[in-house]
C-alpha cells in the first residue's frame, strides 16, 4: 500500500520561508512524476509545482515560479518543497501526490492524473 506523509508546514511570517518534505512508502518512487497541491477553505484544490521521475524537469504554477523550488531524493524516496518570500495568500494545506502510472508526464497540474495522495499539512502565512 502506498503512503505519503508530508510535514514541514507551520505559522512563518510574510516574507518568510518553510520546506516541506513528503516522505513515500509502497513504491517505486523513482519511477513516478510527482506533485505538490494546495487548497484553501472555500477553494479548489490547486496545482503548485511537479517534479519529474529523474528530477531534471520541473513544473510549477505562475504563483510558484520563483519563488518555489520543488526536488526529489529519489535515494531517501522525498519529495520537497521549499518556498520562499510566503505571502498570506499562500495559506493553505499542502498536499504532496503521485502520478497514476510511472514515467507520465502529459498533464502534469491536473490533480485528476494523481492516485495517491499525503493526508497534507497546513502553512499558515501572517503576522
Known amino acids: 500500500q502506498v503512503q505519503l506523509v508530508e510535514s514541514g508546514g507551520g505559522l512563518v511570517q510574510p516574507g518568510g520561508s518553510l520546506r516541506l518534505s513528503c516522505g513515500v512508502s509502497?513504491?517505486?518512487?523513482?519511477?513516478?512524476?510527482m506533485g505538490w497541491f494546495r487548497q484553501a477553505p472555500g477553494k479548489e484544490r490547486e496545482f503548485v509545482a511537479g517534479?519529474?521521475?529523474?528530477?531534471?524537469?520541473?513544473y510549477y504554477a505562475d504563483f510558484a515560479q520563483g519563488r518555489f523550488t520543488i526536488s526529489r531524493d529519489n535515494a531517501g524516496s522525498t519529495v520537497y518543497l521549499q518556498m520562499n518570500s510566503l505571502k498570506p495568500e499562500d495559506t493553505a494545506t499542502y498536499f504532496c501526490a503521485k502520478r497514476t502510472f510511472r514515467y507520465q508526464l502529459a498533464n502534469v497540474p491536473s490533480p485528476s492524473h494523481y492516485d495517491d495522495w499525503g493526508q497534507g499539512t497546513q502553512v499558515t502565512v501572517s503576522s
Open positions: 517534479i519529474n521521475w529523474s528530477g531534471d524537469r520541473t
Open positions: 509502497g513504491s517505486t518512487f523513482s519511477r513516478y512524476t
